[in-house]
C-alpha cells in the first residue's frame, strides 16, 4: 500500500513557476513508476509527466516540454513537478500517481495509487 500526497499548488500568473512535491509513504517507493496528471474542468485526466521506477526515462506531453520537469528522489520517497513558464491552459488539478504501467504509461486507468490532488492556478 502507497499513500501519495502532494503540494505546492497555488495562484501563479502567467510566466510563473511553480514546483509540486508528491511525497510517498512506505518503503516500496522505488519499485514503482510515477506520473503526474492534471484535470481541468469538464475534461479529461491526462498524463503530464512520467518518470520511470529508477528515473532513467522521462515523458512530457508535447505542450508542457521544455517547460516542466519531473524528478524523483528515492531517499526523500518523493517526486517532483518543476513547471516553468506557467501558461492560463496550465490550469488544473494536478494529481500525482503510482503504479507499474508498463507501456501503458499514459493511461490512468494503468496507475493503482493516487494523491488527493493539487490546484494550479495560472491567471493571464
Known amino acids: 500500500q502507497v499513500q501519495l500526497v502532494e503540494s505546492g499548488g497555488g495562484l501563479v500568473q502567467a510566466g510563473g513557476s511553480l514546483r509540486l512535491s508528491c511525497a510517498a509513504s512506505?518503503?516500496?517507493?522505488?519499485?514503482?513508476?510515477m506520473g503526474w496528471f492534471r484535470q481541468a474542468p469538464g475534461k479529461e485526466r491526462e498524463l503530464v509527466a512520467y518518470?520511470?521506477?529508477?528515473?532513467?526515462?522521462?515523458y512530457y506531453r508535447d505542450s508542457v516540454k521544455g517547460r516542466f520537469s519531473i524528478s524523483r528522489d528515492s531517499a526523500e520517497n518523493t517526486v517532483y513537478l518543476q513547471m516553468n513558464s506557467l501558461k492560463p491552459e496550465d490550469t488544473a488539478v494536478y494529481y500525482c500517481?503510482?503504479?507499474?504501467?508498463?507501456?501503458?504509461?499514459?493511461?490512468?486507468?494503468?496507475?493503482?495509487?493516487w494523491g488527493q490532488g493539487t490546484q494550479v492556478t495560472v491567471s493571464s
Open positions: 500517481a503510482a503504479g507499474t504501467p508498463g507501456g501503458g504509461y499514459r493511461w490512468a486507468s494503468r496507475y493503482d495509487y
Open positions: 512506505g518503503r516500496t517507493f522505488s519499485t514503482y513508476a
Open positions: 518518470i520511470s521506477r529508477d528515473g532513467g526515462f522521462t
